[in-house]
């Protein structure tokens, strides 16, 4: 096993980079993180895809919250889509915490507390900027998990959703998506039942 020096000149020498970058942490040796050993992420990766996966409580909406204040700091817009509510705390500046502090010590960072410029948008009823979407931009997917629907109406979700599709009939509000639904049970049954299968009046309520 390297010693701590030598772990600190591989993680130096493996995280220099060319041009601007975020600083995520420091690397850990023996289970302790290394004073100034950054892990630093190229500003100009960012525009790809990433995955943060973990337990529960292993920091994944604090490693989310790093990335968004840290591209706010360099001036780069982040949306977000914060359902929980987690992500809100961007807006005030941290209280600080002993914890914070005896952290960021190892770490080698010091701990500045800002508040970051934070709009609120919503799509319901709730208070923000109210954003409009149609029910087609929404997809069936998302429109599954924001109604809450159990697997057998996502599925029917999703067969209306290829209806319209095929037919080149525009969703634009819940009252579309309740006329093609009625058709596919009603007026259209057989029609539709011959090409999409038959869609269950029970599951639809």
Do not use: W
């Not at 701590?4 to 970058?21: N, Q, S």
């Not at 040796?29 to 892990?39: D, L, Q, R, S, T």
């Not at 529960?56 to 919250?65: A, E, P």
């Not at 319209?164 to 009939?169: E, I, S, T």
């Amino acid at each position: 096993m390297p010693s701590k020096e030598e772990f600190f000149a591989h993680i130096e020498k493996g995280y220099t980079t060319k041009g601007d970058y975020l600083i995520m942490g420091s690397a850990m040796y023996e289970g302790e993180p290394v004073p100034g050993a950054f892990v630093k992420v190229p500003l100009k990766t960012l525009n790809r895809h990433g995955l943060i996966a973990g337990a529960t409580g292993t920091g994944k909406t604090k490693t989310l919250q790093i990335i968004a204040e840290n591209l706010s700091e360099k001036g780069i817009p982040v949306l977000l889509m914060d359902l929980k509510g987690d992500l809100s705390g961007l807006a005030q500046p941290s209280p600080g915490h002993p914890k914070i502090d005896e952290r960021h010590e190892k770490i080698g960072l010091p701990f500045d507390p800002k508040r970051f410029p934070v709009e609120i948008l919503s799509l319901s009823e709730q208070d923000g900027v109210k954003l409009r979407a149609t029910v087609s931009e929404f997809g069936p997917i998302l429109l599954s998990r924001i109604l809450d629907l159990s697997v057998t109406q996502e599925g029917i979700v999703a067969v209306i959703f290829k209806y319209c599709d095929d037919h080149k009939l525009p969703l634009l509000d819940l009252k579309d998506f309740k006329k093609a639904l009625q058709y596919a049970t009603g007026a259209g049954k057989k029609e539709f039942t011959e090409s999409y299968g038959r869609i269950s009046t029970s599951s639809t309520g």
